[in-house]
């Protein structure tokens, strides 16, 4: 996922707000996870979060609406019809033509849902020497032709691994989490300290 790849609100009809506003929530960015590695129905979603099928089909049915996932096909399941979701990595980073820029409240919503995800999975951490990771958290000045460079590689990255995702559990896999969160900041000038 990039906040930066929304839909174009001109081919699409809905506003950037409105399909950047579909992420803010922790179980739907859960969703694009889940959705990123297999096509799921929402039965199988709700198994896997372990919320109830209608809170799937609710979640779902926004994210679709927002043109984050899409349909995969329909399967007939007990007597009825059972739609196949899937998150789609190709059109998740392949950019729009003239795409429409977030305002940065709707991405300080979404910030804010995947800070909440984030302590979720914290709590699932694995911890020894196989499950060594990385974290990185800083606020830097740097060149900005280098910030260009390793903004690109990171996103080379993030789509490698989302590509390489498979259906949850499948046998030779390991449950990893991944959030990259890179932007420019406005270089605001220091406040001078109040006499004390």
Do not use: C
């Not at 049915?61 to 399941?77: C, K, M, P, Q």
């Amino acid at each position: 996922m990039s906040l930066g790849d929304e839909p174009d609100p001109a081919r699409s009809g809905r506003t950037v707000t409105g399909d950047l506003r579909a992420l803010a929530h922790p179980i739907r960015l859960r969703i694009l996870s889940l959705l990123t590695g297999a096509e799921m129905t929402a039965a199988e979603v709700a198994r896997e979060l372990g919320i109830t099928h209608a809170n799937a089909s609710y979640h779902l049915r926004l994210l679709l609406n927002a043109d984050s996932i899409e349909v995969a096909g329909e399967e007939r399941i007990r007597g009825g019809q059972a739609k196949r979701y899937r998150y789609d990595v190709n059109k998740a980073f392949t950019p729009p033509p003239d795409r429409a820029h977030p305002q940065p409240d709707d991405v300080q919503i979404v910030y804010a849902a995947l800070a909440a995800e984030l302590q979720r999975r914290a709590r699932e951490i694995v911890t020894g020497p196989e499950a060594v990771g990385t974290l990185t958290d800083a606020e830097l000045w740097v060149d900005l032709d280098e910030w260009k460079q390793i903004r690109d590689r990171v996103a080379r990255a993030s789509e490698h691994l989302h590509r390489i995702a498979q259906r949850p559990h499948s046998p030779g896999t390991v449950r990893v989490s991944a959030s990259i969160a890179l932007f420019r900041m406005r270089d605001a000038a220091p406040t001078p300290r109040s006499k004390q």
